[in-house]
């Protein structure tokens, strides 16, 4: 039971560039969820999806987008990215059941835009 | 709108002593869920505790109990005897809902503990 996984670990990316990170989960969790961490913040929701083919955007989801056609899998688009989106990236998923809200996270993607 | 106040950037304690993280929230919803989540210096978010509004005890996991004050909007981390393990950052998480027919996790920004030989 590997849990949240999520490639790459690092990424440095040039101003326009383009680029998908990947999350997946063997949980077979309904709920996935995307975080940015900026330095010395908590984390912000980017979007989510409460199953697959349902996603919705989060509180700061401009300059993202998603996709979910499997249970599984959740990958995030970066289009253009630009300096502000340098950040530590978590994916998470969840039951969000009364018996486990509990979110578990993958360990992270750190990505630098240049 | 959901806020987690954590009014804590840091935070010191001796070795084997107690210390309590402190974490206010705002929310209009009257289900919603709070959590604490370690994260070390290694990056990872590691899941500490929950307690849930109708909950009528405070949560408790081993060294760490949950200070549930629901009057108060408060919901202060205890760590017992700390260990020099435990020296990372801390974020209260709630969980609520956010409209839409969907919760959402609003985390603070955070209490850096550190535990002192």
């Known amino acids: 039971n590997a849990g949240v996984t999520q490639t790459p670990k690092f990424r440095i990316l040039k101003i326009g560039q383009s680029m998908t990170l990947q999350c997946a989960q063997d949980?077979?969790?309904?709920?996935m969820y995307w975080y940015r961490q900026d330095p010395g913040m908590g984390l912000k929701l980017i979007y989510y999806?409460?199953?697959?083919?349902?996603?919705d955007k989060g509180e700061v989801p401009n300059g993202y987008n998603v996709s979910r056609s499997t249970t599984e899998d959740f990958p995030l688009r970066l289009e253009l990215a630009a300096p502000s989106q340098t950040s530590v990236y978590f994916c998470?998923?969840?039951?969000?059941?009364?018996?486990?809200?509990?979110?578990?996270f993958g360990p992270g993607t750190r990505l630098t835009v240049t | 709108a959901q806020k987690i106040t954590q009014t804590q950037p840091g935070m010191f304690v001796q070795e084997k002593e107690a210390v309590t993280l402190d974490c206010t929230y705002d929310?209009?919803?009257?289900?919603?869920?709070l959590f604490w989540y370690k994260q070390p210096s290694s990056g990872e978010m590691i899941f500490l505790i929950y307690?849930?509004?109708?909950?009528?005890q405070n949560a408790t996991e081993g060294r760490y109990s949950l200070n549930f004050q629901k009057a108060r909007k408060s919901a202060n981390l205890v760590i017992s005897a700390s260990q020099l393990g435990d020296s990372a950052m801390y974020f209260c998480?709630?969980?609520?809902?956010?409209?839409?027919?969907?919760?959402?996790?609003?985390f603070g920004k955070g209490t850096k503990l550190s535990v002192i030989p």
């Open positions: 998470a998923s969840s039951q969000d059941t009364s018996l486990n809200y509990e979110q578990y």
């Open positions: 949980m077979n969790h309904n709920y």
């Open positions: 999806s409460v199953g697959a083919g349902i996603t």
């Open positions: 929310t209009s919803d009257p289900s919603y869920g």
């Open positions: 307690q849930g509004s109708y909950d009528q």
């Open positions: 998480a709630m969980r609520a809902y956010s409209g839409a027919g969907s919760y959402q996790l609003t």
